[in-house]
Structures are given as C-alpha cells and as structure tokens.
C-alpha cells in the first residue's frame, strides 16, 4: 500500500514559471520528505519537513506540510530546464522499524 | 560524501535462473531498502532492513528474498526470475527511518527474457 500520492501525474511549464506539486498520504506521519529523479538514475533527497514544521524553505524550493489534510505540496520557483526530472514524495508510517513509502511521482518538463 | 553502490547499472538474466542484486553502503547507516520501479506504478517496497541480519517484508516480496550478513551490504535474491521481474531496481539506506534523508544508489536496470 502506497502511503503517498502525487498529483499531478505530469506538469509541463516554460522556463521561468513556477512549479507547484501535491502530495496526499493517509496515516500519521513522523516527517515527509521529497526527492528527485532524473531519467534512468537513482533519487535524490531534496527536502525534509517535520510533522511539526509547516513551512520550510531550500534554494528555490518551498515546501509546506498540513497534517490536519494530510497533505504536502513543493513549489519550484523560476523553474529552469535542468529541473526536468521526476518528483517523489516519501513518508514514514510513524512506527519504529517501518522504511520510506514513496508515491508514484510527478513528471515535470520545464521548457527553455 | 554518503555513497550507495549497487553491483551493476544494467543486467540481463534468462527465466529461471537465480540472480543476486547486490547493494553497499560506505556511512555505517543501519537501515536500508530495495525498492523496484515500473513506469506509472512509482516505487514499490520490497524489503528492508533496519539491522544485520533483520529483515521485513515490503509491499511485494513474493519471488525475492534479501540478505544482510553485513552492516554495510544488502542483497536482493531473485529466487527463479521470470519476466514479470523486469524492472529497475533501487537500494537505498539511511541511518533513521523518516528522520534522515535515504541515499540511493544508481539503480540497476534488470532485464529477463
């Protein structure tokens, strides 16, 4: 069982717009995290927010958590064409011992 | 800089025969995870460790076993592979469940034919 859900699937925008993505889990989380991936490799971590945070800020990227909605988004801002890449977001079930469920991702293409 | 090395960036096995997907870490993180990844489908857990020698099950074990004899190496054993187990495979490790970030590694893309 998937515990996140991204929305949208895919996001096409132009160089400069911002990007927004959703994500919507359904228990209880310790924190919520998000990641890239670039076509054919491995994730990177982008950003972490805690179950008691509900904004936190990186670079470009500004993340916000509702744990009342269960839900999280990240904004790109000025996107730029090297941000084309697949975005997951990941949680924890908020037990001790349990891995990083990951949702099924956003695709965004970001066009010069 | 954390570094996760799986063996091989892309393999190709024939049905039925046995294959190990091997997995190493080099920052001493006590959990780590295989995950596969299809298109539309996203990152399915397939199991995880949070110890040597302890292991749980994810959301689609059947067919694959794992292995951690070490701390800093985690195998992921295709039993019998079939061709429903074509897939990129992901490892990937962290020190603490939700608390810290996950490392992965560059994937391997498995083909059996």
């Keep these: ?112 | 800089d954390v570094k996760v090395t799986q063996s091989s960036r892309y393999l190709v096995k024939r049905t039925g025969e046995k294959v190990f997907l091997e997995c190493v870490q080099d920052m001493d993180h006590e959990n780590m995870f295989w995950y596969r990844q299809d298109p539309g489908l996203g990152l399915r857990l397939i199991y995880f460790s949070y110890d040597v020698k302890m292991k749980e099950k994810g959301d689609i074990p059947e067919g694959y076993s794992v292995s951690r004899e070490k701390k800093e190496r985690f195998s992921l054993i295709l039993e019998s592979a079939s061709t429903n187990q074509t897939s990129m495979y992901l490892c990937a490790s962290s020190f603490r469940t939700g608390i810290t970030e996950a490392f992965f590694g560059q994937g391997t893309r498995l083909t059996v034919v």
């Design chain 1, 1 to 112: 069982s998937q515990q996140g859900e991204e929305d949208p699937q895919a996001l096409s925008i132009q160089g400069g717009e911002n990007a927004t993505m959703n994500c919507s889990y359904k228990t209880s989380i310790n924190n919520l995290q998000w990641y890239r991936q670039n076509s054919g490799r491995g994730l990177v971590h982008l950003i972490l927010i805690r179950s008691n945070e509900r904004e936190k800020h990186s670079g470009r990227l500004r993340v916000t958590l509702d744990t009342s909605k269960k839900s999280s988004s990240l904004l790109i801002t000025a996107s730029r064409a090297a941000d084309t890449a697949s975005y997951f977001c990941a949680t924890d079930a908020n037990q001790a011992g349990t891995a990083l469920i990951f949702g099924k991702g956003t695709t965004l293409s970001v066009s010069s």
